[in-house]
């Protein structure tokens, strides 16, 4: 059983920051790429940030790019996502993906929701104006 939890979600007020964390667990994870996305009701899910089980490739939105910064620590089966400088437009649930069909390399293969197997329970973002 692969279980995704994902912490750090809160209130944050305009141009401040946060870090999200995703623990994975119930296998190994080797060679897994794993991503974030994140949904409000009236859009579809997205990807924010993603990055390849070596580090090496990394994919972020465009909405994103020099704000937030994806990384992993593969000792600790966890990806982050630190998210500065937060505009409203950042409120969402985000939510953990995790990859076993993919490593990463791949850019493309990164955003796509399709490339993903499992999906943690999502922590919600909300950013005050």
């Known amino acids: 059983q692969v279980q995704l939890v994902e912490t750090g979600g809160g209130l944050e007020q305009t141009g401040g920051s946060l870090r999200l964390s995703c623990a994975a667990s119930?296998?190994?994870?080797?060679?897994?790429?794993m991503g974030w996305f994140r949904q409000t009701p009236g859009k579809e899910r997205e990807a924010v940030a993603a990055i390849s089980w070596s580090g090496a490739n990394t994919y972020y939105a465009d909405a994103v790019k020099g704000r937030f910064t994806i990384s992993r620590d593969n000792t600790k089966n966890t990806v982050y996502l630190q998210m500065n400088s937060l505009k409203p437009e950042d409120t969402a649930i985000y939510y953990c993906?995790?990859?076993?069909?993919?490593?990463?390399?791949?850019?493309?293969?990164?955003?796509?929701?399709?490339?993903?197997?499992?999906w943690g329970q999502g922590t919600q973002v909300t950013v005050s104006s």
């Open positions: 119930g296998r190994t994870f080797s060679g897994c790429a």
């Open positions: 993906a995790l990859s076993l069909k993919y490593s990463g390399n791949n850019s493309y293969t990164l955003r796509r929701r399709g490339a993903y197997d499992h």
